[in-house]
């Protein structure tokens, strides 16, 4: 039996220190340049000589070994070289006479011995790794390549063909008769028998038909460089850097399930992941065994929080944001979430925009929808559980009611008492603006509209201008229209400064036009077919947009002080 070593504590520069099980899947997730390479690296690095890492971002690591000298001596018998005095195997050597004060050191590095343990997989070699390796003498020689390990164990090619056929729909076969190389083929199996077995002309003529593995799209080479590593060599501790890499996202998604779900649990597991494609795959079927550990960056400073899986799993079992986006705010520095898809489209195309033309980056933002003002509280609780730096924006009809946006300044740590009071001097001094809708009014304006239509059909825009009359019997309908204009002077607009002053330090913006079309009056539509409209100006330059510039400008690439 193989001894069998897993990281049991991993201190960070900031002194966060993360506690680990046998068997757990750690992975680390945050924005680009947050960290989470550098931290795979470091590992590494500590798990090869504590003395000479970089330690710019992960402090130290301790090992548990449950195991003695004599055992690892036992197993490393079978890889020890033909003339007795090294062990050896796939990119690791070390001498014989050496791993006695080797293994004293295990505690805290595996030293010359980190390759009987531990692999690592990253980015560099992810297309090139399954080329044919050369083939072995399986007498003499121990396996070069993992390729070589599902060769000459026939259950572990059959299990791994099952795998690949689930990603690919297709058989992954090993050419037994290619001479001093090893390649792999896809396609539908050749059929063998006691007569014409693997190396018979009959099959490897069949399958010299069938398309080489190292020759296949990019997509195939990595997602079988990946599992192929992780599942034919068995090693306690597994360091995968972006294994998405490559990868539509629904073969990121079955990448993340079958890790979680088909490997072997004691297998321990820290992968860098800027996929939420990927993170869902392991939230499937990973469970109790995985940590994932949020990475921010401030200048030089890392800080690391761990997501709680509880809270996940909350976030995971509401239907709508598991269908959602909400994920990939984790790989983001911030996220802004508005109430509908089209919002979400038209504030990000001004940012965009204002950043090209000023020369910068265009911020690492994520423009979430979350379904409906009703939503917001649901998806700040959801981002705020993952630790994603957060805005919001809303209509100016948000003061009608006291829920939402009481739950949603509450989510952003504040306390409804300190502005409940001129909440309610808004709200009522709105509500008593209740226009009286006369009927001689309302039918003269709906047959004016009518008049006004060409042909027997009415048309979404005549139908909504039908509406809008009718809603005038409301003063919310106003307000929304109006926005802070529609508020009484005095008492009223003072309450509004204060209240909305609160709301912004927290991150929450309140359109104070009214809505999102208020920026631009010169089309009377409204949702996605006013953004695709909007759209089509010129983003920069239209005296229509200036407001909307201000906003964006002013409120959404500020950042929140608390």
Known sequence: MKPHLWINCITFNNDYTLQLKDGSITVFVGPNNAGKSAVLKEISQLLQNSNEANKKVVK?????????????????????????????????????????????????????????????????????????????????????????????????????????????????????GAGNIVPLHVGKAP??????????????????????LHLQGDGMKSFTNVFLNLYARDMSINIVDEPEAFLHPPQAKLL????????????????????????????????????IIRIQRNEYVNSFSLLKNDEIKNIWSDSLLRHSNILDGLFHSEVIVCESDSDCRFFSAILTAISEVNDNPVPDILFVQCGGKHRFPIVINALNKLNVPLKVIGDFDLFNNENPIRFMYEGFGGTWADIEKDFRIVKNSIDKKKPELQKDDLKESINKIISSIDGNVISDTDLKRMKDELKKASPWSEAKLNGKSFIPSGEATR????????????????????????????????????????????????????????????????????
């Open 256 to 291: 993340g399930q079958m890790i979680s779900k088909e490997l072997d649990f004691n297998k321990q597991f820290f992968i860098a992941t800027h996929s939420e494609h990927f993170l869902k795959g392991l939230l499937d079927y990973a469970g109790d065994r995985l940590n």
């Open 60 to 176: 130290s690591i301790s090992l548990s070994i449950p195991f003695d000298l004599v055992s690892v001596e036992q197993y490393l018998q079978q890889f020890l070289t033909a003339d007795g005095v090294s062990y050896s195997t796939i990119n690791t050597f070390t001498r014989k006479s050496d791993f006695k004060y080797t293994f004293s050191k295990f505690n805290k590095t595996l030293a010359d011995a980190k390759g009987f343990f531990v692999q690592e997989l990253s980015t560099d070699q992810r297309l090139t790794g399954i080329s044919p390796p050369d083939n072995i003498n399986r007498l003499t020689q121990p396996p070069s390549h993992p390729i070589h390990i599902i060769q000459l164990k026939d259950s572990l090619e059959t299990k791994f063909t099952s795998y690949f056929r689930k990603a690919f729909n297709k058989d992954i076969i090993v050419n037994r």
């Open 191 to 212: 059929a063998y028998d006691s007569i014409n077995d693997r190396v018979s002309e009959k099959y490897l003529d069949e399958l010299s038909k069938l398309d080489l």
């Open 495 to 562: 309450a509004y400064n204060e209240i909305n002053a609160q709301l912004e330090s927290k991150g929450i913006f309140i359109l104070d036009i009214g809505e999102i079309e208020a920026f631009d009056k010169s089309f009377a539509l409204h949702g996605p077919k006013w953004v695709n409209k909007v759209l089509e100006k010129d983003l920069i330059n239209s005296p229509d947009l200036q407001s909307a510039r201000d906003f964006v400008s002013n409120k959404l690439l500020q950042k929140i002080v608390i």
